[in-house]
T-cell receptor, first 111, second 119 residues
Framework: SQQGEEDPQALSIQEGENATMNCSYK?????LQWYRQNSGRGLVHLIL?????REKHSGRLRVTLDTSKKSSSLLITASRAADTASYFC???????????FGRGTQLTVWP | GAVVSQHPSWVICKSGTSVKIECRSL??????MFWYRQFPKQSLMLMAT?????????EQGVEKDKFLINHASLTLSTLTVTSAHPEDSSFYIC???????????????FGPGTRLTVL
């Protein structure tokens, strides 16, 4: 089945630093979405990038997509302690919009 | 806008009992909802796609008689874990896909999750 795989599995940084997470997927996609999940909570949609886009910005978030390498990256600039969470990428196949997720990257931002 | 709720937030039950979890789209219609389960520090695993007015589509390896899904209206899907066992203990999350027009059309929004513990 399609499944995004995030890298690294865990990342620990200081406030103010940038955090970069990567995601790889297996097959072709319509779009790729990044979500965050605070411990024991549901997912919050962060940003969507379509298969014909290469880069997208939203506030402190920057997402890139390389369809030739089947990979995407999420950059969080000027990180804050409140950014501490797990981050998942979900690739959406064409059938019924199912989302498949990788294991996620656990980001810890120290104040 | 685009809020999805789940009820209950957490539930503890005895082995052998059945548990129903509700997923509601509060301010939009959703012909399609999805059910996921998540083990600690693991990914969300898609269990099934819930289709309003028709049968759910289950992912490979998910027992449809074990996890009953009903999507009777455009705003409500239910997941019933039948004859629950301790190995069914998990975090269950639903998402709803916006089926009406507008900026969020076709996007998915997630509920806060339901923590199930089976003793």
């Amino acid at each position: 089945s399609q499944q995004g795989e995030e890298d690294p599995q865990a990342l620990s940084i200081q406030e103010g630093e940038n955090a970069t997470m990567n995601c790889s997927y297996k097959t072709s996609i319509n779009n790729l979405q990044w979500y965050r999940q605070n411990s024991g909570r549901g997912l919050v949609h962060l940003i969507l990038i379509r298969s014909n886009e290469r880069e997208k910005h939203s506030g402190r978030l920057r997402v890139t997509l390389d369809t030739s390498k089947k990979s995407s990256s999420l950059l969080i600039t000027a990180s804050r302690a409140a950014d501490t969470a797990s981050y998942f990428c979900g690739d959406r196949g064409s059938t019924l919009g199912r989302l498949y997720f990788g294991r996620g990257t656990q980001l810890t931002v120290w104040p | 806008g685009a809020v999805v709720s789940q009820h209950p937030s957490w539930v503890i039950c005895k082995s052998g009992t059945s548990v129903k979890i509700e997923c509601r789209s509060l301010d939009f219609q959703a012909t399609t909802m999805f059910w996921y389960r998540q083990f600690p520090k693991q990914s969300l695993m898609l269990m099934a796609t819930s289709n309003e007015g028709s049968k759910a589509t289950y992912e490979q390896g998910v027992e449809k008689d074990k996890f009953l899904i009903n999507h009777a209206s455009l705003t409500l899907s239910t997941l019933t874990v039948t004859s629950a066992h301790p190995e069914d203990s998990s975090f269950y999350i639903c998402s709803a896909r916006v089926s009406s027009g507008g900026q969020a059309y076709n996007e998915q929004f997630f509920g806060p999750g339901t923590r199930l513990t089976v003793l």
